[in-house]
């Protein structure tokens, strides 16, 4: 899908060499897929400390060979 964007030229060249990514667009997918990725694990971390555990769950049992 072709889309025209205005973006920072300073910023795209920047993020180009810190990533060593070759092409404009390499550099913005990159930036998209990692953008999506660090939400996701905000999203996750929100989870933290809301999930109960059984206090009898072994997991060494499970571990066990039978």
Known sequence: M???????DDLLAL???V????TKK???NA???EFIQR???????????TVDYDPAYDYKE?????
């Open 39 to 49: 939400r996701r694990q905000e999203e996750i971390s929100k989870l933290f400390g």
């Open 62 to 66: 499970l571990r066990k060979k039978r």
């Open 2 to 8: 072709a889309t025209n964007l205005a973006l920072d």
């Open 15 to 17: 993020a180009q060499k």
């Open 19 to 22: 990533g060593g990514l070759k």
């Open 31 to 33: 930036a998209l897929k």
């Open 26 to 28: 390499a550099t913005v």
